[in-house]
């Protein structure tokens, strides 16, 4: 296959809003060892995206500056060693950087190949919230069958991928969303419980649903707000993982006691500065468990809205609106 020598992408020339970022003409990147070169038919827009744009998630030193960490399309180079892929198959990939590009280069131990049934548009919303749940609901937090989770945020992406995939594992799943709307739709995907944050106490509603227990695991992207509440509203033995600070990251007062008194453990980690090894085990932890899940339509991507890799500026705007419920997935070319 001839390719190109230049491609389009988001350029960054400074750190700010959405109107900051603007479609310029670049190089082709070239895989290196271990990597595939895909031509990209859609990305997905992740709420990293938009910290690496106001400059509080800068890309690892040896990863593209181009924003973009989930991607779909077709391999048309490989780098060396690659031998687990081949020209043409269709992936989707966590992306170290640079997804937002009509090429992009990704580690081949990061790629899947399309569940069988998906286009590139359902392709590209799995990576990011896959990986990232994966890592810290099932590795991390050790949830399990038979035992219950509060999912915050549940109508993002990631909370819509943790709800069907805790509720398919076998856990009860209650979670906090911002509306009526949001909280029916989390309903729709499983949830035991969807709590309006904005109306009703979140601790309040898990003790009476667990009648007085507390949930194991507390799956939290809104960090130092949420801290002192999420310790309350876990049970004996139980987990907080953190994988986001939409409510800062820096807590003011809380009471610990509760860490000792119930035995909890606190955990979190992001997606970007785990090994590449690490982000393997990830990746064939999917393969075998949860991509037949897709397959057999047990769970699938939430796609909110499909919008053109033109108009990243708008998407960008309506990710911090936060008036989304699932994915934002650009398509390219």
């Known amino acids: 296959m001839s390719l190109p020598a230049t491609m389009r992408h988001v350029d960054l020339p400074t750190h700010g809003g959405p109107e900051v970022m603007?479609?310029?003409?670049?190089?082709?990147?070239?895989?290196?060892?271990?990597?595939?070169?895909?031509?990209?038919?859609?990305?997905?827009?992740?709420?990293?995206?938009?910290?690496?744009?106001?400059?509080?998630?800068?890309?690892?030193?040896?990863?593209?500056?181009?924003?973009?960490?989930?991607?779909?399309?077709?391999?048309?180079?490989?780098?060396?060693?690659?031998?687990?892929?081949?020209?043409?198959?269709?992936?989707?990939?966590?992306?170290?950087?640079g997804g937002y590009a009509e090429y992009c280069t990704v580690p081949a131990t990061q790629a899947l190949p399309f569940p069988k049934g998906y286009d590139a548009v359902k392709a590209a919303a799995l990576p990011e919230t896959f990986f990232?749940?994966?890592?810290?609901?099932?590795?991390?937090?050790?949830?399990?069958?038979?035992?219950?989770?509060?999912?915050?945020?549940?109508?993002?992406?990631?909370?819509t991928t943790a709800i069907q995939l805790a509720k398919d594992f076998g856990a009860t799943v209650y979670t906090t969303a911002g509306s009526a709307e949001k909280c029916a739709a989390c309903m729709d995907l499983g949830a035991a419980r969807a709590i309006n944050y904005k109306l009703e106490d979140f601790v309040e509603i898990v003790k009476e649903e667990t009648q007085g227990r507390g949930v194991d695991v507390v799956l939290d992207m809104i960090g130092a707000a949420y801290f002192d509440r999420n310790l309350q509203v876990l049970a004996k033995d139980g987990c907080l993982s953190i994988i986001a600070f939409l409510g800062g990251s820096t807590v003011e007062k809380a009471n610990l006691a509760p860490i000792m008194v119930k035995r909890l453990t606190v955990t979190g980690s992001t997606m970007r500065p785990r090994t590449a090894e690490e982000k393997r085990a990830i990746r064939d932890d999917l393969m075998t468990e949860v991509w037949p899940r897709l397959e057999r339509g047990d769970l699938a991507p939430v796609i909110h809205t499909v919008m053109p890799f033109e108009d990243v500026v708008e998407a960008h705007r309506l990710m911090e609106s936060s008036a989304h419920i699932g994915k934002i997935v650009l398509t390219v070319g």
């Open 132 to 159: 990232t749940v994966w890592a810290n609901l099932f590795q991390m937090a050790g949830l399990t069958e038979g035992e219950t989770v509060l999912i915050h945020g549940g109508s993002s992406g990631i909370g």
């Open 22 to 97: 603007r479609l310029v003409e670049g190089p082709l990147p070239s895989p290196r060892p271990g990597e595939v070169l895909v031509k990209v038919e859609a990305a997905g827009i992740n709420r990293p995206d938009v910290a690496q744009r106001q400059g509080a998630y800068p890309p690892p030193k040896d990863a593209s500056p181009i924003l973009g960490l989930e991607i779909a399309g077709e391999i048309v180079a490989l780098g060396e060693g690659v031998t687990d892929f081949q020209l043409g198959d269709r992936i989707c990939a966590l992306a170290n950087g």
